[in-house]
């Protein structure tokens, strides 16, 4: 597993494009692109870890902001998605 990023509100981040074997909680269309981290959330429980019954490793879990229309091109300009993403998936853009 990566180290996990730390990141302040408001700081440029990439998701990792990254395509590890088994469960995973990262949408694919988000991998590897540049956000900004919105809030920071507080550690949780690593779901990844979770789905099989191993103790899930505390991470920092972020609320990140992505311009619809880096994600695709024919969205409405100034539409935003958010998504909540842990940090171990997150590094600086």
């Known amino acids: 597993m ?3 990023l730390h990141a302040e509100p ?3 981040v990439r998701v990792r494009d990254w395509a590890p ?3 995973v909680r990262t949408p694919a269309y988000l991998r590897g692109r540049i956000g900004t ?3 920071v959330l507080g550690p949780f429980p690593n779901p990844e870890d979770l789905a099989y019954r191993r103790p899930g490793t505390p991470l920092p879990l972020y ?3 992505f311009a619809l229309a880096d994600l695709w091109p024919d969205a ?3 539409d935003t998605l ?3 993403i842990y940090a171990h998936w997150l590094e600086d853009a």
Do not use: K
Request: aromatic residues 0%; hydrophobic residues 20%; positive net charge.
């Open 2 to 4: 990566p180290t996990p």
């Open 10 to 12: 408001g700081a440029r």
């Open 21 to 23: 074997p088994g469960h």
């Open 37 to 39: 981290v919105e809030r």
């Open 63 to 65: 609320r990140v902001r």
């Open 76 to 78: 409405t300009p100034g």
């Open 82 to 84: 958010e998504a909540e």
